[in-house]
């Protein structure tokens, strides 16, 4: 199995900054892109900001110049720093694998147990 532990959510001022930090581990023979995901309850999952194994980024409209994702492919790991935090930012975050399992020839999507940040005055 593969798991993704998430960590680093929590309660922000407007302006604040957060760092989500996600580590993926279990019987993992490559991963592709990873990434952040957030979803507004009653609405679809939508993406924040993913990076390729390679290090080729893409994030929202909505968080450029604000957000920045990096990864550490040794570790497996991927991280987001969160600047400039805004109030519509408050919303529950996922962390997203596309996996390779060991003696698997098939690619597939994990998921986080997601973390909620929560953006306040």
């Known amino acids: 199995q593969v798991q993704l532990v998430e960590s680093g959510g929590g309660l922000v001022q407007p302006g604040g900054s957060l760092r989500l930090s996600c580590a993926a581990s279990g019987s993992i023979s490559r991963i592709g892109s990873m990434g952040w995901y957030r979803q507004v309850p009653e609405k679809q999952r939508e993406l924040v900001a993913t990076v390729t194994s390679d290090g080729t980024t893409n994030l929202a409209d909505s968080v450029k110049g604000r957000f920045t994702i990096s990864r550490d492919n040794a570790k497996n790991t991927v991280d987001l720093q969160m600047n400039s935090l805004k109030a519509e930012d408050t919303v529950i975050y996922f962390c997203?694998?596309?996996?390779?399992?060991?003696?698997?020839?098939?690619?597939?999507?994990?998921w986080g147990q997601g973390t909620q940040v929560t953006v306040s005055s």
């Open positions: 997203n694998a596309y996996v390779l399992r060991r003696f698997y020839v098939t690619w597939r999507d994990y």
